[in-house]
């Protein structure tokens, strides 16, 4: 059977967090290559001497103005055979499974990842909060933003795994940000996104994860996210809940969400816990989600409350279960403080993969992408279009070629560089992680894409 890395949408995690325990001098635990202990050999991220990129004008200026808002063609059915694959897969590594192209949504899992971004003014709020405080639950709050696309059980598709040195690159002047991913490493596999803004916020996102499967599918991811905000000296990291699929062999497929989130504020010693509630424990209310805000002392001034579908509010001090009101209360009270409010479901939605109207623009072509763009997957680009069988061979003949090329490097001893990220040890946390070193929006100016014979050939 054909090897593939098999990386799930929704999915991260981290171990429960006792506050009693918290000690941001710590360093955060992470399993995957580069290892913790070679972390200490790295340049820390503070040494590292970006490339000059353009300006933020110059690269708006080239950007598409008219988004779609829905794919192409709705997904084709009775494409099925979920259960003859499944049942392979039972205590197996996911990761050497691969699986079939109706079993994928028309996207890739960098832009799956650059997903966070729809909800990007929850960081253009945070750079105009003088409270560090609320600037710590809006940050909590986006690290939630990317399930509730989930909830309504409509997106039950995964997204391709990127190729080893596919990118993507988003543009949204409107918005205010441009951002770029890159998949940096395929055994074990490893996504990058950087995004920055001018309106004053850098994101960057890591996105590995350790994954089970014995009837329902655990994904347990180790990455690391950190959200700088140099007006105030901010740099604010956390790793998102663990995600279980149910029903992946029988039944109507659903997601949760599980664990104990620290979104952690390194400058200030504040904290943000985030407590997510699987559906065994939960119940019905599994969706409802509430976090408590931290001081440096450990006093909790803040109660963060909502749903992981439809968003969440801030609340003054430590308001105790009992007293909470119903998330849909608390997000209609128009003295709520909103952190976040889901955008609706688009109606086509289920019959386009449940993908939102943000995600439904990601793929959609635009020139003078790189060559290793996500948009210029015949495989991906096939299945867009509603043809199943041609994606299924593309699909097939890319993991060919991947795994020809990964062999013949490895009879020459080569180690593969990533090309727009540098492994790292996080300055705080003192993780092994990789940082965005700069020239992609100055390659795009520039015109270099146009050349092909400049870039991996891929695709």
């Known amino acids: 059977m054909a090897e593939e890395d098999d990386q799930f949408e929704d999915a991260l995690e981290e171990q429960p967090v006792d506050v009693e325990d918290l000690d941001h001098s710590e360093s955060i635990s992470v399993s995957t290559a580069p290892s913790l202990a070679a972390a200490a050999s790295l340049p820390a991220i503070g040494s590292i001497s970006l490339a000059d990129d353009c300006s933020f004008e110059d690269t708006f200026s080239q950007a598409k103005t008219v988004l779609r808002e829905e794919l192409p063609i709705a997904r084709p059915k009775g494409y099925?055979?979920?259960?003859?694959?499944?049942?392979?897969?039972?205590?197996?590594?996911?990761?050497?499974?691969?699986?079939?192209?109706?079993?994928?949504?028309?996207?890739?899992?960098?832009?799956?990842?650059?997903?966070?971004?729809?909800?990007?003014?929850?960081?253009?709020?945070a750079v105009s909060s003088p409270d560090s405080l609320v600037r710590l639950a809006l940050a909590a709050a986006l690290s939630c933003t990317c399930f509730a696309s989930s909830a309504e059980g409509h997106r039950v598709y995964k997204a391709f795994n990127p190729l080893l040195g596919e990118t993507f690159e988003l543009v949204r002047p409107g918005a205010g940000f441009r951002a770029v991913g890159e998949q940096v490493s395929h055994h074990p596999p490893i996504t990058m996104l950087h995004a920055e803004s001018p309106r004053g916020w850098r994101l960057v996102e890591e996105y590995r994860c350790d994954t089970k499967f014995r009837g329902t599918l655990k994904v347990i991811p180790t990455g690391l996210c950190k959200l700088e905000i140099p007006k105030y000296g901010d740099r604010i990291t956390w790793i998102k809940p663990a995600t279980t699929v149910h029903n992946l062999v029988f039944g109507k497929v659903w997601v949760d969400q599980e664990g104990d989130v620290d979104v952690c504020n390194?400058?200030?010693?504040?904290?943000?816990?985030?407590?997510?509630?699987?559906?065994?424990?939960?119940?019905?209310?599994?969706?409802?989600?509430?976090?408590?805000?931290?001081?440096?002392?450990?006093?909790?001034?803040?109660?963060?409350?909502?749903?992981?579908?439809?968003?969440?509010?801030?609340?003054?001090?430590?308001?105790?279960?009992?007293?909470?009101?119903?998330?849909?209360?608390?997000?209609?009270?128009?003295?709520s403080?909103?952190?976040?409010?889901?955008?609706?479901?688009?109606?086509?939605?289920?019959?386009?993969?449940?993908?939102t109207k943000f995600a439904m623009s990601l793929n959609q072509p635009e020139p003078n992408v790189c060559p290793t763009d996500s948009r210029l997957r015949p495989d991906q680009r096939h299945l867009e279009d509603g043809q199943?069988?041609?994606?299924?061979?593309?699909?097939?003949?890319?993991?060919?070629?991947?795994?020809?090329?990964?062999k013949a490097k490895d009879a020459r001893g080569e180690v593969h560089h990533p090309r727009w990220f540098r492994a790292?040890?996080?300055?705080?946390?003192?993780?092994?992680?990789?940082?965005?070193?700069?020239?992609?929006?100055?390659?795009?100016l520039s015109g270099s894409f146009a050349d092909k014979t400049k870039w991996s050939d891929i695709f």
């Open 80 to 125: 099925s055979g979920l259960w003859s694959v499944m049942k392979s897969a039972v205590g197996k590594e996911l990761s050497k499974i691969s699986m079939p192209v109706q079993f994928n949504e028309p996207i890739s899992f960098i832009q799956r990842l650059a997903e966070d971004l729809e909800y990007s003014s929850i960081l253009d709020d």
């Open 266 to 335: 390194h400058n200030t010693g504040e904290h943000c816990i985030m407590y997510w509630q699987p559906h065994s424990s939960a119940g019905s209310s599994y969706l409802n989600l509430t976090g408590k805000v931290f001081d440096k002392n450990k006093v909790i001034k803040y109660t963060v409350h909502g749903a992981w579908d439809k968003g969440l509010v801030l609340l003054q001090g430590d308001v105790p279960k009992d007293r909470l009101p119903s998330p849909a209360a608390a997000l209609a009270d128009p003295s």
């Open 337 to 355: 403080r909103v952190l976040w409010r889901a955008n609706p479901t688009l109606p086509v939605a289920p019959v386009m993969y449940g993908l």
């Open 388 to 406: 199943m069988d041609p994606a299924s061979k593309e699909k097939h003949r890319l993991e060919e070629k991947q795994r020809k090329v990964r």
């Open 424 to 444: 790292v040890a996080d300055s705080d946390t003192k993780a092994p992680y990789y940082q965005y070193v700069g020239g992609y929006w100055s390659a795009k």
